[in-house]
């Protein structure tokens, strides 16, 4: 696609609920994150795929967080028996290529902002 | 440890004021890259400008320009003749070196109000 999609855009869930979140990255972009932007706050890294292997997972907050990519494009980031700090925008961003050079532009997505009662 | 500072949360100006946000950015690794992303109302981020660590060069684009001091780890952003469309939340980001991919560190994010 053009750009990277997300979905769903809004999510409200009652506290304990699983929740998915998924991303439809950049097609033939390698590199795929996952960040988490809570309220007035820049985004903080959880999860970082390339292709369909999980290279590095040390932001996910809990092991309430699970995220995935079996096939290397469609990722979903989910979420188990959500509590209530988990409020917050999710977004996911794609880049072309691997790498760790540090020059590698991200593509954000618009975010699945998600809402715990 | 790497860290990004935007100090001033929240911005506002009257349309074709000039405006600079500020960004200051802690790192030991000589080779890094900073970068500018504007968040709109509609939530995704949007690239706006990529630096290496050995370029301090400034650089323009149309309304925009960046200056990037090393002597005191800056790299300001200002808008020239600001436009209500500039109204945004901006971020700064420092991206470093990794084995495998290059972990972004953003700052909490400046929130521009331009005002007809």
């Known amino acids: ?117 | 440890a790497q860290k990004v500072t935007q100090a001033q949360t929240e911005i506002s100006v009257v349309e074709k004021e000039d405006v600079t946000l500020d960004c200051v950015y802690e790192t030991r690794d000589t080779t890094y890259y900073l970068f500018w992303y504007k968040q709109p109302p509609s939530g995704e981020l949007v690239f706006l400008i990529r630096r290496n660590s050995f370029d301090e060069q400034n650089e323009i684009s149309g309304r925009y320009s960046w200056n990037f001091q090393k002597s005191t780890s800056s790299f300001n952003f200002t808008i020239t003749a600001s436009q209500v469309v500039d109204s945004a939340v901006y971020f700064c980001a420092l991206s470093v070196p990794g084995y495998n991919f290059n972990k972004f560190y953003f700052g909490s994010g400046t929130k521009l109000n331009v005002k007809p």
């Open chain 1, 1 to 117: 696609g053009a750009g990277v999609s997300q979905s769903p855009r809004y999510k409200v869930a009652k506290r304990g609920q699983d929740v998915a979140l998924r991303c439809d990255p950049i097609s033939g972009h390698v590199s795929l994150f996952w960040y988490q932007q809570a309220l007035g706050q820049g985004p903080e890294f959880l999860t970082y795929f390339q292709n369909e292997a999980q290279l590095d997972k040390s932001g996910l907050p809990s092991d309430r967080f699970f995220a995935e990519r079996p096939e290397g494009s469609v990722s979903t980031l989910k979420i188990q028996r959500t509590q209530q700090e988990d409020s917050a925008v999710y977004l996911c961003a794609s880049s072309l290529r691997t790498g760790g050079s540090g020059a590698n532009v991200l593509t954000f997505g618009a975010g699945s902002r998600l809402t715990v009662l």
